[in-house]
Every structure is written in C-alpha cells, then in structure tokens.
T-cell receptor
Framework: SQQGEEDPQALSIQEGENATMNCSYK?????LQWYRQNSGRGLVHLIL?????REKHSGRLRVTLDTSKKSSSLLITASRAADTASYFC??????????FGQGTRLTINP | DVKVTQSSRYLVKRTGEKVFLECVQD?????MFWYRQDPGLGLRLIYF???????EKGDIPEGYSVSREKKERFSLILESASTNQTSMYLC???????????????FGQGTRLTVV
C-alpha cells in the first residue's frame, strides 16, 4: 500500500520560476523524506524532516510539514534546467521501511 | 560516499527463466530493500531485510524471493520470470534507525529487466 501521494503528477515551469510539489499521507509518521530521480536512474535523497519539525531548508530547497493535515510540500526556488527530474516523498512504513508515493514529474523549460 | 551497486543496468530474459538480481552496498548498512518501479505506480516494495538471513515481505512479494547471506549483499530472485515482471528494479540500503525511525536510503542505479 502506498502511503504518500504527490500532487501534481506533472509540473512544467520556466527556468527561474519556483516549483512547489505537495505530498499527502494517511497515517502518523516519525519523519518524511524527499527524493529526486533523474530519468532512468536511482533515487537521490534530498531532505528528511522529522515529525516535530515544521520547516527545513537545504540550499534552494524548502520543505514544510503539517502533521495536522498529514501533508508536506517541497519548494524549489529559482529553478534550473538541471532540476528537471521526478520528485518523490517517502514516509514510514513501519519497521525501518520506506513507502514511496507515485512522484511528481518536474520539467524546467529554458 | 555510500555506494550501492546493482549487477546489471539492462537485462533481457526469457519467460520461465530463473533470474538473479544482485545488489551490494559498501557502508555496513543493516537495512536493504528491493523495489520495482512502473509508470504511474511509483515505487513498490517487494522485500526488505534488516539483518543477515532476515527478510520481510513488502507490498508485492508474489513471484519473488530474496537472499541475504552476507550483510553487504541482497539478492532478488525471480523464480520463473514472466512478462508482467518486466520493470525497473531498484535496490536501496539504509542504516538501522534508533527508536524504529527510518533513515536516509541510498539507491543503486537500477536494473531495467525485460522478460520476453
């Protein structure tokens, strides 16, 4: 069963604009993670936010977490062509495992 | 840097063959995972292991088995490959998290398996 659901499924923006992706989940969590996947490759970890944190930054990335709404958002500021990728949220599946959503496919147009 | 290495990037096998997908990690991680990824379905967990010789079923274990004889190696076995197992297979590893919390996962580059 998939815990997280990303929204939108696909997003296309111009270079330099900000991109926002959302993740909703169903059950309580200890933490939530975001990953990036370039086409045909493995996933790369971006950021982990704990359930007692509301916001976290890493370079041009900003992640928020609202446990009352069971949702998280990933904001990429000043997007670049290299940000073109699929982005996934992942939550606790219990017993150390990660459960992923279906992902948001982000395209940055030059 | 953590490295997770999958034995093949591309693999073509015939229906009914027994297929082995190998994954090796070099950072002494306790947890190892096998996912399959299909368009529109995201990543689905097949099996995972949190220790040598330990394994737990994920969401879609049917048609698969796993082996973890050494801490660094986690093998996925397709007992009798079928065309509906054509997919991208991703291996990952992570440290055992304290208090049951999961930790950052490191992924291999993926194996694109085609069963004909």
């Amino acid at each position: 069963s998939q815990q997280g659901e990303e929204d939108p499924q696909a997003l296309s923006i111009q270079e330099g604009e900000n991109a926002t992706m959302n993740c909703s989940y169903k059950t309580s969590i200890n933490n939530l993670q975001w990953y990036r996947q370039n086409s045909g490759r493995g996933l790369v970890h971006l950021i982990l936010i704990r359930s007692n944190e509301r916001e976290k930054h890493s370079g041009r990335l900003r992640v928020t977490l609202d446990t009352s709404k069971k949702s998280s958002s990933l904001l990429i500021t000043a997007s670049r062509a290299a940000d073109t990728a699929s982005y996934f949220c992942a939550t606790d599946g219990g017993a150390q495992k990660l459960v992923f959503g279906q992902g948001t496919r982000l395209t940055i147009n030059p | 840097d953590v490295k997770v290495t999958q034995s093949s990037r591309y693999l073509v096998k015939r229906t009914g063959e027994k297929v082995f997908l190998e994954c090796v990690q070099d950072m002494d991680h306790e947890n190892m995972f096998w996912y399959r990824q299909d368009p529109g379905l995201g990543l689905r967990l097949i099996y995972f292991s949190y220790d040598v010789k330990m394994k737990e079923k994920g969401d879609i274990p049917e048609g698969y088995s796993v082996s973890r004889e050494k801490k660094e190696r986690f093998s996925l076995i397709l007992e009798s490959a079928s065309t509906n197992q054509t997919s991208m297979y991703l291996c990952a590893s992570s440290l055992w998290g304290q208090l049951g919390m999961n930790t950052e996962a490191f992924f291999g580059q993926g194996t694109r398996l085609t069963v004909v």
